[in-house]
């Protein structure tokens, strides 16, 4: 079982900055820090794609090239939470943002997981 809650979206000026945070819960999360998690952003009629992972240790981290620079992920493995830091934000980093694991599909087959929160709306205006 696996349960992600996103939390810290808004409605921000460019420029502006915004920490979302990921709650994770359930049955496979009672081992959190062994897996790889990630943050995923759908804009209006795109399809979903990954922003942002985070090894289980924290200790590597990797970004799209688009949001390099600005963006931070970080996780608490304690607190069983992944956050991202969004700085300098652009228009064009409206979207849904959500957290999950970092390879979706190799989770699918392992675990059978097909889940997705709700994820968090984040606004950039112009």
């Known amino acids: 079982q696996v349960q992600l809650v996103e939390s810290g979206g808004g409605v921000v000026q460019a420029g502006g900055s915004l920490r979302l945070s990921c709650a994770a819960s359930?049955?496979?999360?009672?081992?959190?820090?062994?897996?790889?998690m990630g943050w995923f952003r759908q804009a209006p009629g795109e399809e979903r794609v990954f922003v942002a992972g985070i090894s289980g240790s924290g200790r590597r981290t990797r970004t799209v090239d688009s949001v390099k620079g600005r963006f931070s992920i970080s996780r608490d493995n304690v607190q069983k939470m992944v956050f991202l830091q969004m700085n300098n934000l652009k228009p064009e980093d409206t979207a849904v943002y959500y957290c999950n694991f970092e390879n979706v599909r190799l989770a699918k087959v392992f675990i059978s997981n097909d889940y997705w929160g709700q994820g968090t709306q984040v606004t950039v205006s112009s």
């Open positions: 359930g049955h496979t999360f009672k081992n959190f820090s062994i897996y790889n």
